[in-house]
């Protein structure tokens, strides 16, 4: 950790999205120690996070070292764009490049926070290119889930059509049976059914896409 090219090799060991405990379980390393990490990394410009629900964070680690922007955080960039606002569970400071609609659909749903997730489908709305959205969801292992939210934000609200190419992508691509936590609805059979996946919204969650 005390030369350049130390800390270097431990930003690409670690990039993407980590918890302490997956630094902890990478590196082989005590609780203490992966904080540590954390630290002196954010402290360079390496790394943002977020909240996953309750004190739990994710951080996003990048080998782009950046300086301060003040672009919009990922709370704050949802809560422009969607009538349901979601409250920062501390505030949000992105060091680096602006925070796109894409990368931001696919980090809420990443945080397992209920509210997060509902709030950004209004996202959809916004999208500006659905490769680089199904590169995101691929790169993170949520390639279905993303297909099951648009589908169903198209039922509430006026988005943008998806191209037939990238749904067939995110059709046949890798994801958890879940949304949301282990949560499932009967609501929305036939999306459901056609992703692969269980809908954890009932149709008055949706209804407030419009609302608020």
Request: no cysteine; aromatic share 10%; proline share 1%.
């Amino acid at each position: 950790m005390k030369r350049k090219r130390d800390l270097e090799a431990l930003v690409k060991t670690l990039e993407g999205l980590q918890t302490v405990e997956s630094i902890m379980e990478i590196l082989k390393v005590k609780r203490k120690t992966a904080i540590t990490y954390i630290s002196k990394l954010r402290k360079k410009g390496y790394v943002e996070y977020f909240s996953k629900g309750g004190k739990k964070r994710i951080y996003k680690i990048s080998v782009i070292k950046t300086k301060f922007k003040g672009e919009k955080g990922l709370y704050e960039l949802i809560n422009k764009h969607s009538k349901i606002k979601v409250n920062e569970p501390y505030k949000q400071i992105i060091h680096g490049k602006k925070l796109s609609i894409e990368e931001a659909l696919v980090l809420a749903l990443k945080s397992q926070n209920f509210r997060l997730i509902l709030a950004s489908l209004n996202l959809f709305k916004y999208i500006k290119s659905w490769k680089k959205l199904n590169e995101f969801a691929k790169e993170h292992k949520v390639q279905r889930q993303v297909g099951a939210l648009y589908d169903i934000s198209r039922l509430f609200i006026k988005t943008k059509k998806i191209d037939k190419r990238i749904e067939k992508s995110l059709l046949e691509g890798k994801g958890n049976r879940y949304i949301y936590d282990a949560l499932k609805t009967k609501d929305f059979f036939n999306i459901a059914k056609k992703w692969k996946v269980e809908i954890p919204f009932q149709e008055l969650d949706l209804i407030r896409l419009k609302t608020g």
